[in-house]
């Protein structure tokens, strides 16, 4: 069995893995320090972040705000959704982290006091002192971007882009939707949580009409006109799900301007369709608590120095994940993980004296075309100079013509790729 340090220097060198310059902790640089750093969400950025702080760092105390008890993951959700998958197999504690001496409070981190260095907990739970604070509150929705889009409308159309309830609904719906029903689906413009994620969705939910419900169709309307992974996508469907499967980009008059839950409407400048089941993927922004501690700049996003993902606005926070610029890299598990343990060895380099130094970054996202198979998009960024730029000719896509073995073998590379992960993060 492997130990932590194994664990994670193992999972540290793999997850970046092919990457030229990573930045070394010598002995003397992993500081008895008894520096408090606290972490405001406990997903994917959040969780792996307390865990490799508390491994770099193991005298300093190392405290998580996550309010769940539970975290439920996005990534493998549209399994769920397709009927592969059960919730409780996207469902992880904090025991782990609880275990290696991480302090995991269940409370709502509700303001951010800059200047005091102090988060104050909702419901009167107080305040945490932090010398470095590093925030991964992932996404929330923009209500009402969408007209007629709002917290009671999710309940009737349900965007499913927070795992948990609102996935489980989105299955219930489409099991209890006659033979025959019309699902439609809204995809939003960029930057987006998971930009593959909608095309993910869309094939496991062709998959199960095709398989269950065969006079069925899904309807994909979406705000853009090209999206992540497009061509391979695109030519899965027309080989799996040409009747049961539609896609309308911007310029077929896709894009979706408002809804009624009343009457289970979605409008695009062109026409009004009604749905049997609605899933509106909305427009999104950073976690609200990031305008609050005042990271988030006017597009709802946080900018950060992608050399050790410091908040460009406020000093001694650092933003990871979902909410933060960091563009060409995707918002996706996969980013926030690697982001966290970069952005945990940069605070333990800072808190011991050292340099941060540049590195390497990657990313892979995978997407289910079929519960069997999957296709794949890699990208590899260079962080030096304050800037992230993809690296020509590094990453790339899977290819566009291949029998069904490329794809099945990519399928076992995803799940591969979730068990590492969320034993990672939760493990
Ligand atoms: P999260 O993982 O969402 O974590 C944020 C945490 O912050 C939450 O636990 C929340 O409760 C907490 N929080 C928020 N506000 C506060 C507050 N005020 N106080 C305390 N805590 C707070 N990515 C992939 O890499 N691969 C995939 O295959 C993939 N598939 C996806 C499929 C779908 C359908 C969706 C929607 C997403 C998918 N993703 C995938 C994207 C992935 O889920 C996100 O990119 C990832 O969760 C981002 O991590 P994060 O830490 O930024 O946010």
Same mark, same amino acid.
């Given at each position: ?114 200047d005091a260095h102090t988060v ?85 939910i062709a998959h199960y009409l ?28 027309a080989k799996l799900y040409p ?47 990031? *305008?609050?501690?005042?990271?988030? !700049?006017? @597009?709802?996003?946080? $900018?950060?120095?992608?050399?050790? /993902? &410091?908040?460009? =606005? #406020?000093? *001694?926070?650092?933003?990871?994940? !979902?909410? @933060?610029?960091?563009? $060409?890299?995707?918002?996706?598990? /996969? &980013?926030?993980? =690697? #982001? ?88």
């Amino acid at each position: 069995m492997s130990t932590l340090f194994d664990l994670s220097r193992r999972h540290l060198l793999a997850g970046l893995a092919g990457t030229a310059a990573l930045p070394a902790l010598s002995p003397q640089a992993i500081a008895q320090t008894r520096a408090r750093l606290v972490i405001v969400g406990g997903g994917f950025g959040g969780a792996t972040a307390a865990k490799f702080l508390k491994h770099f760092l193991p005298d300093a105390t190392v405290t998580l705000i996550e309010p769940n008890e539970t975290f439920v993951a996005c990534p493998f959700s549209n399994l769920v959704i397709g009927g592969q998958r059960s919730i409780n197999q996207q469902t992880f504690t904090y025991d782990a982290l609880r275990a290696i001496g991480v302090d995991v409070v269940h409370q709502t981190a509700s303001d951010i006091d800059t200047d005091a260095h102090t988060v104050t907990l909702a419901e009167g739970g107080g305040t945490v002192g932090y010398d470095k604070l590093i925030m991964s509150p992932g996404v929330d929705i923009r209500w009402g971007a969408l007209e007629g889009y709002d917290e009671r409308a999710a309940e009737k159309m349900p965007h499913a882009w927070k795992a948990g309830a609102q996935t489980t609904l989105l299955r219930q719906q489409l099991e209890a939707m006659d033979d025959g029903g019309l699902v439609v689906m809204s995809a939003p413009l960029a930057p987006f949580r998971c930009p593959p994620g909608p095309y993910e969705r869309a094939s496991l939910i062709a998959h199960y009409l095709k398989t269950q419900k065969p006079d069925s169709k899904l309807l994909i309307l979406d705000a853009k006109d090209t999206f992540s992974k497009k061509p391979l996508f695109m030519d899965a469907w027309a080989k799996l799900y040409p009747d049961h499967l539609e896609w309308r980009g911007a310029a077929d008059f896709g894009r979706v301007v408002s809804v009624d839950p009343s009457t289970m409407t979605v409008s695009t400048d062109f026409e009004d369709i009604t749905a049997d089941v609605a899933n509106i993927i909305p427009p999104q922004k950073a976690g609200d608590i990031a *305008d609050r501690a005042g990271v988030s !700049d006017e @597009t709802g996003w946080c $900018p950060i120095n992608p050399l050790d /993902f &410091s908040s460009t =606005l #406020q000093p *001694d926070i650092h933003v990871i994940g !979902d909410a @933060t610029i960091a563009a $060409p890299m995707p918002k996706s598990a /996969f &980013s926030a993980n =690697l #982001q966290a343990k970069f952005c945990a060895m940069q605070i333990a380099r800072q808190v011991a004296g050292l340099d941060v130094e540049p590195t390497v970054l990657a990313n892979t996202c995978y997407s289910y075309i079929a519960p069997d198979q999957a296709i794949s998009i890699t990208g590899v960024y260079s962080n030096a100079d304050g800037k992230l730029t993809s690296i020509e000719g590094a990453g790339g896509l899977s290819p566009e013509i291949a029998d069904d073995s490329v794809r099945t073998a990519e399928a076992a590379q995803a799940d591969a790729w979730f068990q590492t992960i969320t034993q990672e993060a939760f493990g």
